[in-house]
């Protein structure tokens, strides 16, 4: 279990949202609130767009709360659109590799959750990656073959299509081996245009997710930054938040058909 | 602060007492219970004695529940006496040179505490190491500068007199810039042969101290490593467990009439 | 590319191998001789046998040449049987994952070479390890992957006839995919009692391995660790060397018969 | 002995001159031509003045042909001014304390060269820097302390006198400690406007120095980027490459009369 943040809107130095902000990602690194595990310590990452349409990504395996640079990344650092993560393994090793944001092409990607009975259907999960995206596969998280496996579908024309057909894919995987543990699902999509949050979980506990309309624009966030909670929405369970850079957020239930389809 | 555990007796496996109790060191990077730091993720370090006068060193920047190299290192290492560390810092970077233990020859230190108001002192703290220790000096840490200053007082005729000798000092310089935050010192020193445990504070929150004897021998720790707790004995304020490899911790007051006679 | 060293014989401290020689492994990782790539800087790797069955690990990151804890571990540890690994990365990641040696129950591996064109059968060299080792697949190297797939073999019954049925299988996929790069395989494998030295390749161009005979016993090395260059014996292409703890060793020619019979 | 570069003009991406020139700062790293040192893996660092008078850090102790945050960030960071930096120990420990460039509010220093016999003065060259920088002493090089001595002299008013000043009394430290060895100075200083560049030694040794104008403006470098060598100006011993964003560079004699006065 992890925890992270959005921003999508004008420019901001990234310090305003990952330093600043009393309770922002550093402080939830050594105390997350409503995470299951309260430190996140095994490693972060930051990912941003810039002036070219890939994003810059820089991840680390130290703690988040004691790298320097990455302080000094993000006082320098100015994005509309930037997505950070601290991590808390579930297993796999502490190796950038295993840190989030994950990158494919214009595409960035983090991910608070697991695939529940990861290890059984690992092989059958890392068989869903393309041919050609397999290069991709750096690391042995779940969250970044779920990605790869995700952006095989082709997110460009369908992004939430992919996402939902993928989760349907891996729960009929899980069916298949017996896995009685849950697949949760609360994540981060972007081209650097459309950002896309995914509060999912095939039990009743989905991983937190908020979202927060700053004059910059719009944050989303695993758990509120600040102690204005009243300013922060919760967005539901098995729903979708989207928005457009520059746009409002839009919550919608996750369309849940594909996944009775396929399964 | 830190939490720190030694161990001197018989031949015994490190993991044995860094990884298997339940309320192991490595249990204690992630949740410290009677620390001010809960979490205790910014570096760690191993010292033991082998074969060689010279104790062997292990010192890494990650946290200590996330490191491979660690846990295979504790299994394969058995020793009479060794030391184990896992570090909270007070403000200096994630650098190996800053995590304990630190070795000076054959002698081995490491240290739970702080030196109240230390950048205001730095300089002078710095000055009492003498030239010959001087290139020793590879970090920037209080605790560091505090070893080198007591080594250089001469550690092997004297080791307790070294070490009051070198609070004394700092107390005096502390006192000098008009510092009223304390100075306060959980400490371990170590030959090979003879374990000295101090606990001393300037103010009545000397940091704790428990010491626990097992069939392999002695057992000193920031807190108690298992929930056996009545088998703990808590070391008093202002107070110093010494024993030699194969005998039996003795406890007396620390002696602070040096204290007052060089402030 | 990379460069190794294995020592079996009377105990001795892996200092005297790996450090103290003037061309010591050390001293390879900033410049060898005999190897494609000049600098072996992309991490390294210990492997040992203690007391215990399973032999320890550890494996970092920074290149050898600079690292404190391998100095002090090697003068510690004192081993019959250790090896000891410089990587020079042929693409992937610096990651202690993708650093020699690899353990597996009782055995470790070591390489020095490449699966020509391994990008493009990865998924099907992933595909030999059998789902029981398949979660000890941490990185992401050709050579891990070749190892687990080795593995999957049964090494504790026919270790040689493992390797050779694992080479021959990868260059029946190697030769499907129509990959005209080489199979270039020069490695160490041990149970602990156990020792093998393979020097091999699909062309004319077997990276180089040498043994010596010292009084403490036996070493391999990928190019000679001192200027008695006419004590070193070049281990011929295409053959093997082995030898028990104690023993003398035998070198005897690869068996090639198994690998045609597969492809 | 090092190897960096520095650019100063237009606003160029980093890795037009970091990563991409044949002969680019990462290709030094392996392979440097004109240095003492071939291999410079011992960490390394990058500054640069962004939308902020002080200067951005980004240090790392990986080797930079290894470190895929170095690539990220150089393809997506674009600067007027900014400064490259590989490190060959001389002696000091690898940690990012110990990485060029360092700074120190608006200015940022980054050195190639060695103050002869250091340990020796190490103590007196540390008396230089005066308690008000004293905290920004992180790591033990003799660079950051040159660095912060010389900006005790008072950087903004007159830097290159404050330089001069800093050299004329480390010799004469140096003279007083009989040591022989010379004190070598390649090193580059701004302020975010200026750029000075320094190629001094007190013996006929002084590192290479080089310029050259782009389109994109002036760099300065410890060897020629590409094989146009014939486009890159060698900075004669002893001289200063002095210019102003969007100046041109001039070159003059390091006035030594200020030396001498000292000593």
């Known amino acids: 279990m992890c925890r992270w943040t959005v921003h999508a809107g004008e420019p901001v130095f990234l310090e305003q949202l990952v330093l600043e902000p009393c309770h922002s990602l550093i402080a939830q690194s050594l105390h997350a609130r409503e995470a299951k595990a309260e430190t996140n310590g095994d490693g972060f990452g930051l990912g941003w767009y810039g002036e070219r349409p890939e994003p810059g990504l820089y991840r680390e395996i130290l703690p988040a709360w004691s790298d320097a640079n990455l302080r000094s990344l993000c006082r320098q650092l100015r994005a509309r659109l930037f997505f950070a993560h601290v991590r808390a393994s579930t297993g796999t090793a502490t190796?950038?590799?295993?840190?989030?944001?994950?990158?494919?092409?214009?595409?960035?990607?983090?991910?608070?959750?697991?695939?529940?009975?990861?290890?059984?259907?690992?092989?059958?999960?890392?068989?869903?990656?393309?041919?050609?995206?397999?290069?991709?596969?750096?690391?042995?998280?779940d969250s970044e073959a779920l990605f790869l496996a995700i952006?095989?579908?082709?997110?460009?024309?369908?992004?939430?299509?992919?996402?939902?057909?993928?989760?349907?894919?891996?729960?009929?995987?899980?069916?298949?081996?017996?896995?009685?543990?849950?697949?949760?699902?609360?994540?981060?999509?972007?081209?650097?245009?459309?950002?896309?949050?995914?509060?999912?979980?095939?039990?009743?506990?989905?991983?937190?997710l908020y979202f927060r309309d700053f004059p910059s624009g719009t944050v989303l966030a695993s758990e509120p930054l600040d102690i204005e909670r009243a300013c922060w929405h919760a967005v539901p369970p098995n729903s979708l938040v989207s928005l457009r850079l520059g746009g409002v957020p839009e919550i919608a239930p996750l369309a849940l058909a594909p996944l009775s389809s396929v399964a």
Chains 1, 2, 3, 4 share one sequence.
């Not at 944001?101 to 990861?118: D, E, K, T, V």
């Not at 891996?170 to 949050?197: C, H, K, N, Q, W």
Request: proline share 6%.
């Open 151 to 208: 952006a095989g579908r082709g997110l460009d024309d369908d992004p939430v299509g992919a996402v939902l057909g993928g989760l349907a894919e891996i729960e009929a995987l899980m069916a298949g081996a017996g896995i009685e543990e849950p697949l949760r699902f609360t994540a981060a999509l972007s081209d650097g245009e459309r950002v896309y949050g995914f509060r999912y979980s095939s039990d009743d506990r989905a991983p937190t």
């Open 95 to 141: 190796a950038r590799a295993n840190c989030h944001p994950f990158a494919s092409g214009r595409w960035l990607f983090m991910h608070n959750g697991q695939i529940g009975g990861y290890e059984r259907i690992r092989r059958k999960v890392e068989a869903m990656i393309p041919d050609a995206l397999y290069p991709q596969r750096h690391g042995t998280t």
